[in-house]
């Protein structure tokens, strides 16, 4: 079969490429999924630079979010049935023509969500639900993000305004706020000249009682400063930078709590029927339409360095897929 690989770590429209390799059988637990469609994420791109949490031994497969349909089952494996329709979020290898994956961490997916919505069903949209529970806010409450024109940052304001949660989404780009508006998401503020007042004008003065920070740098300092007394800066990412620029004064006069949320690592923990509910709720507000899951471009498995170069580029309102 066909598989992304790549024999060193760096820059992923350099390094990767498309290999022939052994097609895996499944063993005991397991079941071999026939790729569909699978999805680019930050976090994959990361791990091909060797920059991320994970760092896998080379060569290495890539990828880690996909649908498919079950071909081959394991031995014990009663709850997945071959031809069922899947999606994994979590199995690393997934850039391929098949991959081979726990039965139990497959979620199984009904007929009425189609390729490209399963494709991209767990990763981001299960982070983003997982990030507002733990946030434990009420209808009403107010929180802050940025990288509101990320997947995730979009993902939260729409799951927000489902729940009743205020979301002001910071974007770098001035254009980035009519990007969003045209999706439906509004309450987004450029960080150019004047922004902390529109910020104050959204909320008409209301307290934030979390803030989200996926930047790093000056960025986590830009989102503590609108927090309230009592507030909770989550670092949810780092893409600009490793350190974080936080004024003291904030921390200390707002008597305020910084702390991480790495969604693989809750993910893990987190119990199976909180899970099942919360996927439960993914597929609801997908249903009745107010969580979108747009996709920017398909690309043949062959072009992955052209749709790793295309998942950077500004601008862009939904997910880069690949199609073996």
Do not use: C
């Not at 980035?176 to 959204?202: K, M």
């Amino acid at each position: 079969m066909r598989a992304v690989i790549h024999h060193q770590f760096g820059d992923p429209t350099e390094v990767l490429g498309v290999e022939d390799v052994p097609t895996p059988e499944p063993g005991p637990g397991e079941v071999r999924v026939r790729t569909l469609l699978a999805s680019i994420h930050n976090h994959d791109l990361w791990t091909i630079r060797g920059s991320y949490g994970f760092k896998p031994e080379l060569p290495a497969r890539a990828g880690s979010e996909a649908v498919g349909v079950v071909d081959a089952v394991g031995e014990g494996v009663e709850r997945v049935t071959v031809g069922q329709r899947v999606a994994s979020g979590g199995t690393f290898g997934a850039w391929a023509e098949s991959f081979v994956a726990p039965a139990g961490a497959l979620i199984p997916v009904p007929d009425s969500l189609p390729d490209d919505v399963a494709a991209q069903l767990v990763s981001m949209p299960f982070s983003a639900i997982s990030l507002l529970e733990s946030l434990e806010l009420q209808p009403g409450d107010w929180m802050v993000q940025n990288t509101a024109n990320g997947a995730v940052g979009r993902m939260v304001a729409q799951l927000g305004r489902a729940r009743g949660v205020n979301v002001v989404g910071l974007v770098r780009r001035p254009a980035g706020v009519e990007e969003l508006a045209a999706q439906g998401i509004d309450r987004i503020v450029a960080t150019d000249d004047g922004w902390v007042e529109r910020v104050e004008e959204i909320t008409g003065g209301a307290p934030i009682r979390v803030g989200v920070d996926s930047v790093g740098g000056r960025a986590t300092g830009e989102v503590m400063s609108l927090l309230a007394e009592n507030g909770t800066l989550v670092v949810f990412g780092a893409m600009q930078s490793p350190t974080m620029e936080v004024s003291s004064g904030d921390v200390i006069f707002k008597q305020a709590t910084i702390r991480g949320f790495w969604g693989s690592t809750v993910s893990r923990t987190m119990p199976a029927e909180q899970r099942r509910a919360l996927f439960g709720e993914l597929i609801q507000r997908i249903g009745e339409g107010s969580l979108t899951l747009p996709v920017e471009a398909t690309y043949p498995l062959d072009d992955v360095r052209a749709a790793a170069a295309a998942n950077a580029e500004p601008g862009r309102s939904g997910k880069i897929l690949l199609r073996p």
